[in-house]
């Protein structure tokens, strides 16, 4: 009796492990480079060395500041408030995706996702047509990963290529805007896609204790953080300001951070070191980076998701622009394509078992054809 309840456990247990590293398969590829190369690059205190600080500590500064203004219930209450006002699924789309699309800029694609797919799936549950959900919550998805584009602060590998390459506003913002601007019409071209049947919007605002003062110190927090990226004010000194408000103002708020992306991005630090050191990768990778940067950054995103796909060509090559653009562009395609994006499969899923293999031969259909819209427009803009 005991050995099977031994092995019963030990089964659990593997499958919880099992199901963590396919939740955080990007760590663990991290972790995994790492080590390996490591092999070839003998552990040293040089390893530090490795390391953006800047993007570990503005990435932190700014998960705190983002989960602060979400739990106030600041986004659900705003998103309401204009459900209410539209009268047509079309138009209640309409306003789903450019909550998405414009809070990305501000509050990264992972939170944009975070707080309003868990909204649609509540305002669209009872759709006759679940082609139209689905097809709607993809919309999203994609309205995420391409308005996110636009800003610094917008996604992680945004943030990471903008310190790295040590960019002003001004050239960043050339060369983001006309992806974002062609990407937006083509979300309004998308509309026609729903059926503009007329419905009734739920009020589901949740019991949120929206406090002034509460909103306004994270609206405060937000915007050193933001001057923090921009160089107006040392990172070191936001980082401990906004560590110690969150401890006064709300310290559960620093057990929803998500330490596995910063992990993320230390591992591949230390990767992207020691592959510097290792002579034959080194050439390699240098080799195809003088390609087609855009299309091979583009590329390598649909395996690896674009934020690895920033960090590893970074050192390889000097064409910011085509970079930018390339792991922009390469958000779109797979579902692995973006982290963003499993966070819709993985919350459309939860509530809709049955439909996951439609979901994603929607989202692959949908997905691919803005990717190769967007490369040929993109060009042209």
């Known amino acids: 009796m005991g050995e099977k309840n031994y092995l019963k456990n030990y089964s659990v247990l593997g499958k919880n492990v099992l199901t963590y590293i396919k939740t955080e398969i990007v760590l663990f590829i991290a972790v995994f480079l790492s080590v390996i190369t490591a092999g070839f690059v003998k552990p040293s205190i ?13 990435l932190f500064c700014l998960m705190i500041v983002v989960n602060g203004l979400q739990k106030t219930g600041l986004f659900q209450v705003a998103a309401t408030a204009l459900i209410k006002k539209t009268g047509t699924l079309r138009k209640i789309t309409a306003v789903l995706v450019g909550l998405v699309f414009f809070g990305s800029m501000v509050i990264t694609n ?12 509540i305002l669209l549950k009872e759709l006759d047509n679940p082609r139209q959900r689905v097809v709607i919550l993809v919309l999203m998805t994609i309205a995420a990963n391409i308005g996110s584009s636009l800003t610094p602060v917008g996604n992680p590998q945004n943030l990471f290529l903008f310190t790295f390459y040590g960019l002003s506003p001004g050239l960043f913002f050339k060369i983001t805007v006309p992806i974002v601007f062609t990407g937006g019409v083509l979300l309004l071209a998308s509309l026609l896609l729903i059926k503009n049947d007329t419905v009734h919007a739920k009020d589901i605002i949740a019991n949120y204790q929206l406090t002034l003062q509460q909103v306004s110190i994270y609206l405060i927090l937000f915007l050193i953080s933001i001057l923090a990226v921009f160089n107006v004010i040392p990172y070191l000194l936001v980082c401990i300001i906004v560590f110690l408000s969150v401890l006064i103002v709300d310290r559960s708020i620093l057990t929803s951070i998500d330490y596995s992306l910063l992990l993320t991005f230390v ?14 990768v080194h050439s390699f990778l240098a080799s195809i980076s003088r390609q087609n940067i855009q299309l091979v950054s583009a590329s390598a995103s ?19 622009q085509g970079l930018i653009r390339g792991v922009s562009l390469g958000g779109l395609g797979s579902l692995v394509a973006s982290l963003a994006s499993v966070i819709t499969y993985k919350l459309f899923t939860h509530s809709y078992r049955n439909e996951s293999k439609s979901f994603m031969a929607i989202f692959t259909i949908i997905n691919s054809i ?4 967007l490369f040929g427009l993109t060009a042209i803009v």
């Open 46 to 58: 040089d390893y530090f060395a490795y390391i953006d600080y800047k993007v570990i500590c503005c």
């Open 110 to 121: 992972d939170v944009a996702l975070i707080t309003f797919i868990p909204f649609a799936l």
């Open 267 to 280: 591992f591949f630090f230390i990767f992207i070191g020691n592959i510097q050191k290792i002579p034959v």
């Open 302 to 320: 649909q395996v690896i998701s674009n934020v690895p796909a920033a960090i590893l060509f970074s050192s390889f090559t000097e064409d910011f």
């Open 370 to 373: 803005f990717l190769i819209l």
